[in-house]
């Protein structure tokens, strides 16, 4: 498991961009045959990717980092499946994931296997952990089943429908948020105009994106911001006093997770356009 230590909002102004990278980025995400993670300092959570070839990739505590019995010992985990047919078993229960499905699994869920249902075309779980002090149960979402709201306007570029999965009004968590963001053909930016959220961290994961495109995540304090060009299936973790926002050179979509906190959507700073450096 990769560890990221995170400066503080001062610390951060002085990185070069390999620095940015290093310590910002998740780019090693979906091994095929294996289940890659990055633990975060900030509020401790865990990005995630598993993608099952022939077999099947069972979830084990880091005893490092953990310092856990099994993964999900003190900790709670949202999955969304962006590949092919799989199926995630927990405890001994299989739940079918279809492309766009997600599944909560909650604190206490001893043991947790990823499968794919053709090893040729597999499944691709992305999933983000932090941690919980109560069990909720686990319950399996269906793309359909997500709640949408349409935002944003191709005058702005920036049409898109956001999918919330886990959250309050939806599947409930002890304090993971997590859903996914599509935006429409002739859409490049997201989360403009901009916010932070001091309450809670979160992590950005992009895909959809072609192998000759690319996105400028932005990043830092709004008055002195900072960009790291991002590819396809990476992920970007944003410290409370971040902004989060981007822009492709095509339409794409993305996971994001939230832990802190509070778990109120709208629970955030907005930043005036022109307060933007």
């Known amino acids: 498991m990769e560890v990221k230590y995170f400066p503080d909002p001062e610390g951060y102004k002085r990185l070069t961009t390999g620095e940015l990278r290093n310590i910002f980025l998740i780019d090693k995400l979906f091994t095929n045959g294996e289940i890659d993670m990055a633990y975060s300092s900030v509020d401790r959570s865990i990005t995630g990717s598993a993608v099952p070839g022939g077999a099947g990739l069972k979830l084990e505590s880091s005893k490092k980092e953990m310092a856990s019995e099994y993964f999900t010992e003190r900790r709670e985990i949202g999955v969304i499946n962006i590949g092919n047919e799989g199926t995630i078993i927990a405890d001994g229960k299989k739940y079918i994931m279809n492309k766009k499905d997600g599944l909560y699994i909650g604190r206490g869920t001893r043991e947790i296997e990823f499968l794919s249902t053709n090893k040729d075309k597999p499944a691709m779980f992305y999933f983000s952990s932090y941690p919980a002090?109560?069990?909720?149960?686990?319950?399996?979402?269906?793309?359909?089943?997500?709640?949408?709201?349409?935002?944003?306007?191709?005058?702005?570029?920036?049409?898109?429908?956001?999918?919330?999965?886990?959250?309050?009004?939806?599947?409930?968590s002890c304090q993971l948020v997590m859903g996914l963001t599509e935006l429409e053909v002739g859409s490049t930016w997201n989360t403009m105009p901009v916010h932070t959220h001091q309450r809670r961290s979160e992590v950005y994961m992009y895909f959809n994106l072609d192998d000759d495109s690319c996105l400028f995540h932005f990043m830092g304090t709004p008055d002195e911001t900072r960009h790291i060009v991002i590819r396809n299936m990476q992920a970007v973790i944003s410290p409370s006093y971040s902004i989060h926002s981007g822009v492709g050179t095509q339409n794409y979509s993305f996971i994001w997770s939230m832990g802190g906190e509070n778990q109120d959507f709208d629970d955030m700073d907005w930043v005036q356009m022109r307060e933007i450096k």
């Not at 269906?142 to 898109?160: C, D, I, V, Y």
């Open 133 to 172: 002090h109560k069990e909720y149960p686990v319950v399996h979402s269906k793309f359909s089943e997500a709640e949408p709201a349409k935002l944003g306007s191709l005058k702005t570029a920036n049409q898109r429908t956001i999918y919330k999965y886990i959250h309050p009004k939806g599947i409930k």
